[in-house]
């Protein structure tokens, strides 16, 4: 461990208000749906958005790196894990409903877990979010990706975002994006790829009747049966592996299926045998077993198609930022 780290950890714990102590060598197995990950030299929990900010200050002033950890839900991190600090929004959940410019708005702290936002929404009858019943991520990570679920995008719904931008001399400054359409693609929002750091998000709601109240509940109901149904948490895993491509004329999952690796597997990790387009941790799964079996997929769809998939899950100091095709 080095003295810098050592430092921020003991400057965060006086200076800072944290759910808990600053950690050492915390398992980042424990924290991702992998359920892979080494240590993380120092793991820190900041109580609230305020906690953030000043945890963010300390550590910039000892001149660090670190990484924003969300729900862990699309993220393989190296069996090394990391040596710098981690710091977890898993404490940045509240949930309060607003009024803007005769809008109703569901403001979510970026750890908030869409299902903290399932059962808000249906204490105070609010419709709107029913696509998303069951991501097991949370609202900021669902903004930098711009999930996507069952035909509807995060995009979809989204007012704004108030988020930490790193100015002039490294200054942190709480700035507000508004949504504009243009910045926002399948599965790509305009944070990816930049050190803002979302500390929370607007979506759109609407207040329900009591019938209307019963049919939402209803399909959040059947969209957390159907996640179940297709295996997402029966094993291990991060989803969907790879994004869909129109161009393709059928889904990745379908092309996987039908090159033959369903149930393939390297070490502890395996081509789901329900589904082509889910890597499952068999239960002794290292991160280099997964980026492995990924870039094998990719490499043996490219060869026996030409497609060349796209990776959807982060892959955190193993082998490359992703995989890619032969030819990229």
Same mark, same amino acid.
């Given at each position: 461990?080095?003295?810098?780290?050592?430092?921020?950890?003991?400057?965060?714990?006086?200076?800072?208000?944290?759910?808990?102590?600053?950690?050492?060598?915390?398992?980042?197995?424990?924290?991702?749906?992998?359920?892979?990950?080494?240590?993380?030299?120092?793991?820190?929990?900041?109580?609230?958005?305020?906690?953030?900010?000043?945890?963010?200050?300390?550590?910039?002033?000892?001149?660090?790196?670190?990484?924003?950890?969300?729900?862990?839900?699309?993220?393989?991190?190296?069996?090394?894990?990391?040596?710098?600090?981690?710091?977890?929004?898993?404490?940045?959940?509240?949930?309060?409903?607003?009024?803007?410019?005769?809008?109703?708005?569901?403001?979510? @702290?970026?750890? $908030?877990?869409?299902?903290?936002?399932? =059962?808000?929404?249906?204490?105070? &009858?609010? !419709? #709107?979010?029913?696509?998303?019943?069951?991501?097991?991520?949370?609202?900021?990570?669902?903004?930098?990706?711009?999930?996507?679920?069952?035909?509807?995008?995060?995009?979809?719904?989204?007012?704004?975002?108030?988020?930490?931008?790193?100015?002039?001399?490294?200054?942190?400054?709480?700035?507000?994006?508004?949504?504009?359409?243009?910045?926002?693609?399948?599965?790509?929002?305009?944070?990816?790829?930049?050190?803002?750091?979302?500390?929370?998000?607007?979506?759109?709601?609407?207040?329900?009747?009591?019938?209307?109240?019963?049919?939402?509940?209803?399909?959040?109901?059947?969209?957390?049966?159907?996640?179940?149904?297709?295996?997402?948490?029966?094993?291990?895993?991060?989803?969907?592996?790879?994004?869909?491509?129109?161009?393709? @004329?059928?889904? $990745?999952?379908?092309?996987?299926?039908? =090159?033959?690796?369903?149930?393939? &597997?390297? !070490? #502890?990790?395996?081509?789901?045998?329900?589904?082509?387009?889910?890597?499952?941790?068999?239960?002794?799964?290292?991160?280099?077993?997964?980026?492995?079996?990924?870039?094998?997929?990719?490499?043996?769809?490219?060869?026996?198609?030409?497609?060349?998939?796209?990776?959807?899950?982060?892959?955190?100091?193993?082998?490359?930022?992703?995989?890619?095709?032969?030819?990229?």
């Amino acid at each position: 461990m080095t003295t810098n780290v050592r430092k921020i950890a003991e400057k965060c714990n006086i200076h800072t208000n944290l759910a808990c102590p600053p950690k050492y060598n915390e398992p980042m197995k424990e924290h991702t749906t992998f359920r892979v990950g080494g240590p993380a030299a120092l793991f820190i929990e900041p109580a609230s958005a305020q906690s953030l900010v000043d945890v963010l200050t300390e550590i910039q002033q000892q001149n660090s790196e670190y990484f924003i950890l969300g729900g862990g839900s699309n993220l393989v991190v190296s069996d090394s894990g990391f040596d710098i600090p981690v710091i977890s929004t898993s404490n940045l959940c509240t949930i309060e409903t607003v009024a803007v410019d005769n809008s109703l708005l569901l403001r979510c @702290g970026t750890g $908030t877990t869409f299902e903290q936002i399932r =059962t808000y929404c249906f204490q105070h &009858s609010l !419709g #709107g979010l029913e696509s998303f019943a069951g991501l097991p991520g949370t609202a900021g990570g669902a903004v930098y990706m711009n999930a996507r679920c069952y035909g509807a995008s995060i995009s979809d719904v989204l007012h704004s975002v108030t988020y930490l931008q790193q100015g002039t001399g490294e200054k942190l400054t709480t700035e507000t994006y508004t949504f504009t359409a243009a910045d926002w693609e399948y599965k790509h929002s305009p944070f990816q790829h930049t050190r803002h750091t979302i500390l929370d998000a607007l979506f759109h709601v609407r207040h329900l009747t009591p019938q209307e109240q019963r049919q939402a509940e209803q399909q959040a109901q059947e969209h957390i049966a159907d996640r179940k149904q297709k295996g997402h948490f029966s094993w291990p895993s991060a989803g969907s592996v790879f994004k869909n491509n129109r161009a393709f @004329g059928k889904p $990745t999952g379908k092309i996987i299926e039908e =090159t033959g690796l369903r149930g393939f &597997s390297i !070490g #502890g990790a395996q081509v789901a045998p329900w589904h082509g387009n889910f890597i499952i941790n068999t239960g002794n799964a290292t991160a280099a077993d997964i980026f492995e079996l990924t870039k094998y997929v990719m490499e043996r769809v490219y060869t026996a198609t030409g497609f060349k998939l796209e990776c959807e899950i982060i892959f955190c100091g193993v082998g490359a930022v992703c995989p890619s095709c032969p030819s990229q």
